[in-house]
């Protein structure tokens, strides 16, 4: 058994960039983790729980939501999370 990893593009891209992973935090202690509710129905109960959760063991946790899920970020809120945390973590729910 192989471990490749494959990554489907919902995009409709003819020819898929080629894209590695970002380097991933050893812990998230002593980070700002950014939560991002990109204003699906439920998401944020997910990031509620989350939330209580990361705060528990001393992370600090910042909250960020986009004004609808039917279009990407603003930069601005990009810009915003970027400049303030240190990871992300993105709540998708249906």
Do not use: Y
């Amino acid at each position: 058994m192989t471990n490749t990893k494959v990554l489907l593009d919902p995009t409709s891209e003819n020819a898929p960039a080629e894209r590695s992973l970002s380097k991933r935090p050893e812990t998230l202690i002593a980070l700002t983790v950014g939560l991002l509710d990109i204003s699906k129905g439920r998401g944020d109960i997910f990031l509620n729980r989350l939330e209580e959760k990361l705060t528990d063991t001393g992370i600090k946790v910042l909250r960020f939501k986009k004004p609808t899920f039917t279009k990407p970020a603003p930069v601005d809120l990009r810009h915003e999370i970027a400049s303030k945390c240190d990871a992300v973590i993105e709540a998708l729910a249906d």
